[in-house]
Each structure stands twice: as C-alpha cells, then as structure tokens.
C-alpha cells in the first residue's frame, strides 16, 4: 500500500519510550511529526533526533507533537539516548518508537511486506528506505511526505517552514510561493474571485492573471 497525501495516517498500536501509545489517539486534536529511522546508534540519526530534540519547543508553539520511530527494540533507543546528548547536547524528551518486529515500517511502506519479522540481524543498510518524515494533520491525515537517503541528514527547519505553511493555508484560501518564510506574501488561490479577494484580503497585486499575491492573512 503506497501512502499518498490526503491518505488516512495508518493506526498503530506500539512500544516506546514513554509506553504504549495508540497513534491517532496519542496525535489528539493537534499535528504530528513522525520521522523514521533504519537503525539505532547510526551516526546521522545521532544528528538528527538531537536536533529535533533542540527543536520541540518550536514544534509546541504549532500545536504539533514529535514522534521518532527506528527499527529496534525500546530498550536500545533508552541506551541510545545518551550518545544523542553527549553528541548534540539536547535530550531527547518526546517518544521513540521501538519497531523490532517491523510492523510499522511495513504499515507505512517504508519496508517490503517480505523483509521478515524481526530486527535482529538487519544492518541499517537493509533498513535504508526507513528514512520518511510524516506530518498527520488533526483530521489524522497525511499532509506531507519526505523521504531522505541514509547520507542526506533531513533540514528540520524545512519541515517546520512546510508546517507553517500548511497549517496557514488550512485556514485561509491561499497558497505559499517558493522558497516562502513566515510573514511573507501568499498566493490567492484560484478559487477565490477578485470581488471575494478584496472583501478577504483588503487589496492583492496581480503579476499574471492566475497569480496574485498579497500580505500574510493573520489569525
């Protein structure tokens, strides 16, 4: 099963450092970001769950809860934990996801349904394509897919960027341009009428007929 946008995120039920969750019921009525990982005690993963770590105050301020998850055994994220502090400098507080019978990673199809039942033996490499992040809406669906190779360490500011965009253009009839910050102008989506335009947004500039812009829309 390939998991598209707008896809219902896949329940689970599942151990981790923090005990057993359901997912839909640990997301709540906020966001989610869960990031995957091939294997524990890997060199970029170090990096990145302590840098998510450095992050989660920034994930609060969105309403969104972090959720890592790596193919091993609970007790081997609890050992790992401390060679992410002593590395990056950040504990690492949200949940990590023990997946050592692969349930997960077949669940969002990060693994092929033939890779077996346990971690015991894989080597990271074997669990290479364990390496998606997924934001879940409040609706519990999918709203993004990012899938790095193990050499690539994932920009967590990007996906902060995306989440702010996506959460914005929920609420609003309006899309974010490339490379979009915080603040800066939006798109009016085409749905919306030049008439309606003005009434929503006071005033917009048109460079093309399908393309107009106009200020951040607070709220």
């Given at each position: 099963?390939?998991?598209r946008i707008n896809?219902?995120?896949?329940?689970?039920?599942?151990?981790?450092?923090?005990?057993?969750?359901?997912?839909?019921?640990?997301?709540?009525?906020?966001?989610?970001?869960?990031?995957?990982?091939?294997?524990?005690?890997?060199?970029?993963?170090?990096?990145?769950?302590?840098?998510?770590?450095?992050?989660?105050?920034?994930?609060?301020?969105?309403?969104?809860?972090?959720?890592?998850?790596?193919?091993?055994?609970?007790?081997?994220?609890?050992?790992?934990?401390?060679?992410?502090?002593?590395?990056?400098?950040?504990?690492?507080?949200?949940?990590?996801?023990?997946?050592?019978?692969?349930?997960?990673?077949?669940?969002?199809?990060?693994?092929?349904?033939?890779?077996?039942?346990?971690?015991?033996?894989?080597?990271?490499?074997?669990?290479?394509?364990?390496?998606s992040v997924y934001?879940v809406g409040p609706?519990?669906?999918?709203?993004?897919?990012?899938?790095?190779?193990?050499?690539?360490?994932?920009?967590?500011?990007?996906?902060?960027?995306?989440?702010?965009?996506?959460?914005?253009?929920?609420?609003?009839?309006?899309?974010?341009?490339?490379?979009?910050?915080?603040?800066?102008?939006?798109?009016?989506?085409?749905?919306?009428?030049?008439?309606?335009?003005?009434?929503?947004?006071?005033?917009?500039?048109?460079?093309?007929?399908?393309?107009?812009?106009?200020?951040?829309?607070?709220?």
């Amino acid at each position: 099963m390939s998991l598209r946008i707008n896809d219902t995120a896949p329940d689970f039920s599942a151990e981790t450092t923090h005990g057993t969750i359901n997912f839909h019921d640990w997301i709540g009525d906020g966001w989610a970001v869960l990031f995957s990982h091939p294997k524990d005690f890997t060199p970029v993963c170090t990096t990145e769950l302590g840098t998510m770590a450095g992050l989660e105050g920034e994930f609060k301020k969105r309403n969104t809860k972090i959720i890592g998850i790596s193919v091993d055994p609970v007790e081997d994220h609890v050992r790992w934990k401390d060679d992410i502090k002593s590395a990056t400098g950040h504990a690492v507080d949200y949940p990590m996801i023990g997946d050592k019978d692969l349930k997960v990673a077949k669940l969002y199809d990060m693994l092929p349904a033939e890779a077996g039942d346990s971690s015991d033996g894989r080597t990271a490499a074997d669990n290479a394509t364990v390496r998606s992040v997924y934001v879940v809406g409040p609706d519990k669906k999918i709203k993004l897919v990012l899938t790095y190779p193990m050499t690539t360490g994932r920009n967590f500011a990007e996906i902060l960027r995306a989440i702010d965009s996506i959460q914005l253009t929920a609420k609003h009839q309006v899309a974010t341009p490339a490379n979009w910050q915080q603040g800066e102008d939006v798109i009016i989506t085409p749905a919306v009428s030049n008439e309606d335009a003005v009434k929503r947004f006071g005033s917009f500039e048109t460079i093309l007929p399908y393309l107009r812009k106009t200020k951040q829309p607070s709220g």
